[in-house]
């Protein structure tokens, strides 16, 4: 299994391969230099990372890291890029504006990784064991502060800051298969 430092995590937009999109590679093709300037690489220097225990059923690990970004976007508004828009000018909702890489990692990984990210005040979400077992947001808050940070019963946690600091944070995690 790959670790993160052998994931390239900082490419947004990649160019058509040959023959993987037919006409768009034609079209790709007969572009200028400055036009394909416009469609390069997009390289970010921040890194937005979800560490999910790695005991977790299917089901748990899609709704642990769903919760766990949903409030990335209020608490660090510029991860959200500009809405979407279809061909027949069908409006959709914004998402963000570069990938989610996704980890996991055995409990120890997790606390390890809390106590980094909160030791370099990055914003950081948790999802306990015990949200599992509530049914709303009021029960999931309350859930959280009966605990103090060091004894959360962790099961995912999600991560966003420079790049740097957020691999620091996630070194001893896996990426998720």
Sequence with gaps: MRTMDEIPTDVATPQPRDGAHGQADQAWADQSPAEHADRAPVRFDTKIAVLLRDDLE???????????????????????GAPYEDADATAYLPMFRQPVLVFEGARQTLTTAHSRALS???PTAVFTAELF????DR????????VPA???????????GPRNAVDKVLKGARMHP
């Design 133 to 136: 077992g509530t049914g709303n």
């Design 150 to 160: 060091d004894r959360l019963d962790l099961v995912g946690m999600a991560v966003y």
């Design 120 to 122: 370099r005040s990055l």
């Design 139 to 146: 029960d999931n808050r309350a859930a959280v502060r009966a």
């Design 58 to 80: 299917p089901w748990q690990r899609l709704n642990v890291t769903a919760f766990l970004v949903s409030g990335l976007g209020t608490a660090a508004p510029e991860v959200v």
